[in-house]
């Protein structure tokens, strides 16, 4: 099992906090602590006790053998938004926006 930084921990909780459609003062009364040490922990300051964590897990639908899979991404918060907008699109808007991506990328 590979070793996940607290910023990766972070992230995953917060996107999906997000996908869940919670704030975090709803997910830390689902959990039991207070919204102020979701904040820390989505900003990667603090690790979530293991309790927390398996909470964190429960209520967020989050899979343990998924979360650390390899196919877990670890996007910021601009790339989500950005596969958010891309799970919208139709097959050829999709195929549009590959070529511009890829475009852009050559830049």
Known sequence: ???????QIGNIIK????YA????????????IDDK?????ERGVH???VPTFLKMLKVLQINIDKFYSDDVLYLSEQENKLVRLARK????????????IKVLISD
């Open 15 to 18: 996107n999906a906090r997000k």
């Open 1 to 7: 099992m590979k070793e996940l930084s607290a910023q």
């Open 89 to 100: 699109l139709s097959p050829e808007q999709t195929e549009k926006a590959y070529k511009l």
């Open 37 to 41: 040490q979701i904040g820390k922990i």
């Open 21 to 32: 459609g919670f704030t975090q003062f709803e997910l830390a009364e689902l959990v039991g």
């Open 47 to 49: 690790y979530p006790s």
